[in-house]
């Protein structure tokens, strides 16, 4: 039996603020880019936050598929999609 080691990666983070660090990939552009970079790096999966046209973190259905298809059209990379809040989330809701 021989061993595998998967590489995951998260590039994109979920507490970080574009505005604070220019370079975190937030658009479709960049997270390909990015994508395609990790892939040359031997990652194996790539988990993503996405963040709508603002930089703002969103589960917008248009977004995330927008963001899989063009990962998935770039890189064999396995995508794993962030359904989780954040920890500035309120732990109630209205």
Same mark, same amino acid.
């Given at each position: 039996? /021989? ?12 507490? *970080? ?6 370079? @975190?990939?937030?658009?479709? &552009? ?6 395609? /970079? ?5 990652? *194996? @999966? ?9 930089? &703002?973190?969103?589960? !917008? ?7 899989? !298809? ?5 890189? $064999?990379?396995?995508? &794993?999609? /962030?359904?989780?809040? /954040?920890?500035? $989330?309120?732990?109630? *809701?209205?």
């Amino acid at each position: 039996m /021989s061993a595998s080691t998967m590489i995951t990666v998260a590039p994109t983070g979920a507490e *970080t603020a574009k505005s604070d660090f220019p370079q @975190l990939p937030t658009t479709l &552009q960049e997270i390909v880019e990015t994508a395609i /970079s990790c892939q040359a790096a031997c990652a *194996t @999966l790539i988990h993503l936050h996405i963040r709508d046209a603002n930089h &703002q973190p969103t589960l !917008d259905h248009g977004y995330l598929k927008a963001a899989v !298809d063009a990962v998935r059209e770039s890189t $064999d990379l396995i995508v &794993q999609l /962030s359904t989780g809040g /954040s920890v500035h $989330d309120p732990l109630k *809701t209205d």
